[in-house]
Each structure stands twice: as structure tokens, then as C-alpha cells.
DNA sequence: GGGATCCGACGGTTTACGTCA
DNA sequence: TATGACGTAAACCGTCGGATC
């Protein structure tokens, strides 16, 4: 139930910011390359199979049966070897195992040379194939069903554990981002200033973001307003050097912000 | 080619158990 | 010490997609 929920607010959370992030997603795209982990396939949702899921499936009588099936195995199972695994989790005294033998689930805590084992097993490879279950159920004493779930949940957490890492990294994406376009906003309504008082200006040393513009080849920050047709993003990296450590921005669209609101691009 | 079945994986949920105020 | 709230992790369930027949 608190995993759930968590699942949940940490969907919303993500959600959340998405949507601040949209605006940005030309200049993101390009950052996000080198910040997370590149190990793994990304979480980004396109290919999220939950969202494809149709409530009428033909399986749910294969399950049913799966699990009849998967219920005769563990009765048996559990005859012969809830001992083995109760002496596997002795951590300590008694120490969890001992209790409620009802007929329902009973769960046995791993050891912590178990879960040792498992963890570096799992370091390995994340998924194991049939036989690599088995040798190490034996090898841990357990049933290959508890090396199987015990592989899915360890998935499941650190595919939980990425996720946040990931939020928080968009999260300081977005307020980078927002940084930078406050600054950038200011830095042109500095310009305008001194657009409207050229005497000054001639004394004045160059803005530091100040670009060439692609289309009418004239400083960015005095021509485009002539032209405003003209002044249509590029590409945002198009001008950025490798290893430049500000957060990459379009300068063109603050000035597109400023200089064209009536007319949004198509 | 298309349906039936099996199987493994996954997301979500339930529940036993440990910890702590 | 007892207890209830809470977190964690093992186990379960339903579903999906690929493989095979």
C-alpha cells in the first residue's frame, strides 16, 4: 500500500516536471545526454507498456491456472523446505522467522549472506535464466520461485531507486534552466535599454551572450527586431562550444519572447 | 498466416515483519 | 513494557509480449 502510493506521488511528481520542462525540451534533449546514467535504458516513458494496456485480455484463464499451478508447487515446496529457509534466515535469536505458521503466506526474511549473495548475483546480470535460478536456489537453499521474486523486486527498486535520480536531476535541470532565463530576460530588456539610447551604447561593452544571427547574419540583440520573420531558432547548439559549462539556451527565442507575441511561430 | 498455449517479465498490490516514537 | 504507526521487503496477482506448436 505505501509502495503504491509512493509510485503514485512519484508519477505526479514527475508529471509535474514534465510539463515545466516542456519549453525546453530542444535545449534539455541535448543536456540530459551526458547527466544520467547511460547504463540503462531510459525511463522517459515513450515505450511504457502500461500505456498500451487493454483491460480485455484472453490470458486471465492462463493465469488462473499459472497460479493453481504455481500453488501446488509452492504447497509442496514449502513442506520440504520452509525448514531449510527458516534455518537460512536465522539472523539472530528467532529473529522473524519463528511465528505464524498459518496456512497463508508466511514470509521468511533472507539472510544477510543471502541477500549477499543475491545482490552480487544481481550485480552481474539483473535477469537470470532458468538454470542460473536453480543453481542458485540451491545454492542459497531456496526455492528457485524466491530467487525469481526476489530478482523482480530488486528490479522493481531499482527501477524506483532511477527514477528518482532522475527526478532530481530534472528537477535541477528546470531550475537551471529557469536561472538562465532569467538572466537572459534581463540581459535584453538591458539591451532595449540602451537600443533607445544609442549615445550611450557607443561606449558600452558588448553583452555577454551577444550572437550572430543565422538568417540576417547581424548581432543578435539590434537586428532581428527589423526583421522579426526572420529571427527563427536554429538549432540551440548550433553556436555552442564542447564542454561550455552554461545551460544551453536559445538566445533567439527570449528575443522572440519579447519582440513577437502576437505572432507565435507555426 | 493465425489461433492456442507456454513462459518470463513487469507493474501494482498485499501482507508479514522490524523499528521507532 | 505495550502499542500503534510506519517502512521495508517477500510474495502474490493480473497483464503483456515473444516464442513455439
Keep these: 500500500m505505501a509502495m503504491g502510493n509512493m509510485n503514485v506521488a512519484l508519477l505526479m511528481k514527475e508529471i509535474e516536471l514534465y510539463e515545466c520542462i516542456i519549453p525546453f525540451l530542444p535545449s534539455l534533449e541535448m543536456s540530459l545526454e551526458g547527466g544520467i546514467d547511460v547504463n540503462r535504458a531510459p525511463l522517459l516513458y515513450p515505450e511504457d507498456d502500461n500505456a498500451a494496456s487493454s483491460p480485455n485480455s484472453t490470458v486471465s484463464s492462463i493465469s488462473a491456472g499459472k497460479r493453481a499451478e504455481r500453488e501446488l508447487m509452492g504447497d509442496h515446496e514449502h513442506e520440504g523446505e520452509r525448514t531449510s529457509c527458516s534455518q537460512g534466515s536465522d539472523e539472530g535469536d528467532g529473529g522473524g522467522t519463528g511465528g505464524a505458521d498459518g496456512d497463508g503466506r508466511k514470509k521468511l526474511r533472507l539472510s544477510r549472506e543471502q541477500s549477499m549473495v543475491l545482490e552480487e548475483t544481481f550485480k552481474e546480470h539483473s535477469t537470470l535464466n532458468p538454470k542460473q535460478k536453480l543453481a542458485l536456489a540451491e545454492q542459497l537453499n531456496l526455492r528457485p520461485r524466491q530467487v525469481e521474486v526476489w ?116
Aim: charged share 20%; glycine share 2%.
Design 151 to 266: 530478482f523482480q523486486n530488486r528490479r522493481a527498486r531499482t527501477k524506483l531507486k532511477q527514477t528518482e535520480v532522475d527526478c532530481e536531476y530534472l528537477k535541477r535541470c528546470c531550475e537551471n534552466l529557469t536561472r538562465e532565463n532569467r538572466r537572459l530576460q534581463k540581459e535584453v530588456q538591458e539591451l532595449r535599454a540602451l537600443k533607445l539610447s544609442p549615445q550611450l551604447y557607443k561606449n558600452m561593452s558588448p553583452p555577454t551572450t551577444l550572437t550572430m544571427c543565422p538568417s540576417c547574419e547581424r548581432v543578435a540583440a539590434l537586428s532581428c527586431s527589423s526583421s522579426p520573420a526572420t529571427s527563427a531558432p536554429i538549432g540551440p547548439f548550433s553556436r555552442q562550444k564542447s564542454g561550455q559549462q552554461s545551460v544551453p539556451i536559445n538566445p533567439w527565442a527570449a528575443l522572440q519572447m519579447h519582440q513577437e507575441p502576437a505572432n507565435p511561430p507555426p
